[in-house]
């Protein structure tokens, strides 16, 4: 994509994230080069909410060239580039909201262009998809570079020789050794980027934000939210590329692993043991609400939970529905 500012003189991009993917240093990083490299002006800011390691974040770039002053610190809803840095986040969030349908889409994704755009309904011209999370997990690094790498592979304003420097700044002076994976995996990013331009989109913007349920006509009583909060929500887009496996023949339902998890993930049913006794046995994981982080893993003294690269649908699949008896369950 060439420089061409929008009628208030900037090129924007927004970047769709979850808190502790990177995608602020990636904000960060690409403000940095345009401003050193190409003597535009820049700036980067998030909208992290109130929220924790796992929910959604957005993050801002606002470029103009050097005899346009930025003074416009409001979020970006009409970006010209949206990059999604979890391809998840299109189940619960309006990522695409308000992209110009001539922009570009950047998505983490082990889809090609067509088969994400045929998925989602998309009406955008530019679709870049790229396997950030593979690309990460070959290196051991985040998948954040390697989006900076995508973005890369459509932008031609900003020069890609700067990225390097500006790993180095971000991660040189606390972890070096980070530095040179990170290198690596932002240019696999920028290689492995698949570009497809489509040609049959319908001119405009889409807005595509939905109402909220609590708002001030639709919230109970007193402002009350009924139900409980964080269990109604699906967290799977939370997780970076790696799960949790149960492997139920292995299992001595010792509960290490529920004593650890942070989100409540485990099933139980009551039953007998061999001696008639009565005793919880554990059912499986409810994946809904898994973040990936591995405590499980790591406290079950029987490999019945083992690490995995995460496959498509495997969650849904697999998943053991917390019943919730009391709130009808979540579907
Ligand atoms: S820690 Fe392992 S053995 Fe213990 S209940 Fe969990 S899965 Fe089963
Ligand atoms: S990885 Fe294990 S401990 Fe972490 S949220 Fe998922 S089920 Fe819970």
Redesign the pocket.
């Known amino acids: 994509m060439e420089f061409i500012p929008n009628k208030h003189g900037f090129v924007e991009i927004r970047l769709e994230s979850i808190g502790g993917q990177g995608a602020y240093s990636v904000g960060q990083m690409l403000a940095q080069i345009g401003v050193e490299g190409s003597h535009l002006h820049a700036i980067c800011f998030a909208d992290y909410g109130s929220e924790k390691k796992g929910a959604p974040v957005k993050t801002f770039v606002r470029f103009a060239k050097d005899d346009v002053t930025i003074l416009n610190y409001s979020p970006v809803n009409e970006p010209q580039i949206v990059a999604v840095f979890h391809e998840l986040l299109f189940k619960t969030q309006p990522v695409t909201d308000g992209l110009h349908t001539d922009g570009i889409l950047i998505v983490n994704t082990d889809q090609t262009p067509e088969q994400l755009r045929a998925m989602y309904n998309l009406n955008v011209k530019t679709i870049v998809t790229v396997d950030a999370t593979k690309i990460a997990l070959q290196y051991k690094t985040k998948l954040n570079t390697a989006m900076l790498g995508a973005i890369f592979s459509s932008l031609n304003f900003l020069d890609p020789t700067l990225a390097a420097d500006a790993i180095e700044k971000m991660f040189g002076y606390k972890y070096p050794h980070l530095v040179e994976p990170n290198v690596s995996t932002f240019k696999d990013g920028m290689e492995q980027a698949q570009t497809h331009v489509f040609t049959d989109v319908e001119a405009g913007i889409a807005h595509t934000r939905k109402p909220t349920p609590f708002g001030y006509e639709t919230q109970n009583q007193g402002g009350e939210i009924a139900g409980p909060n964080s269990y109604t929500k699906n967290l799977t887009a939370s997780r970076e590329g790696m799960m949790p496996e ?1 492997l139920n023949e ?9 004593n650890v998890c942070p989100d409540f993930c ?1 099933v139980w049913e009551e039953g007998v043991d061999a001696r008639g006794r009565a005793q919880m046995f ?1 059912q499986g994981i409810d994946y809904n609400y898994c973040k990936g982080c591995l405590k ?1 893993v790591e ?4 490999q ?2 083992v690490s995995m690269v995460e496959e498509r649908d495997y969650a849904d699949a697999h998943r053991v529905q917390k019943p919730f008896d009391f709130l009808g369950g979540v579907k």
């Open positions: 149960y292995k299992c001595i339902h010792c509960s290490n692993c529920d485990f554990l499980c406290v079950c003294p029987t019945a939970l």
